[in-house]
């Protein structure tokens, strides 16, 4: 499971190697965004006959789940230092599909989405 500093640093390595400086977009420099806005966000699900799905948004909710003991590396490299005592509740980010495939393109993913 990857955390929001992981895929803050991946968006930024591929906003550059896209040619997009993210300080530039953080700054809301005009090329920059108009580059951004060219570049469609999507989604891929299963590895097998992978399916492309349509990016509605992003949310930010409470984890209501219960915890179970950590495994992850990233999990057990954090302590009670780390665990920041002003949040409340753990949070979880959402990527939230429209439930349809892109409309301009094949409603199958490149197979390619996993090969990283």
């Not at 580059?35 to 909710?61: H, M, S, Y």
Request: charged fraction near 30%; aromatic fraction near 8%.
């Amino acid at each position: 499971m990857k955390n929001m500093l992981e895929m803050f640093n991946k968006m930024c390595d591929m906003l550059s190697f896209a040619g997009i400086d993210p300080n530039d977009l953080l700054d809301q420099d005009p090329e920059a965004v108009a580059l951004a806005k060219c570049i469609p966000v999507l989604g891929a699900e299963q590895p097998n006959w992978p399916l492309a799905k349509t990016v509605r948004d992003f949310v930010l909710l409470s984890d209501d789940e219960p915890r179970t003991k950590q495994t992850s590396d990233a999990n057990e490299a954090l302590n009670d230092d780390d665990v920041d005592d002003d949040v409340e509740e753990p949070l979880i980010c959402w990527i939230v599909f429209s439930g349809n495939h892109p409309y301009d393109r094949s409603p199958y993913a490149p197979r390619d989405c996993w090969n990283f």
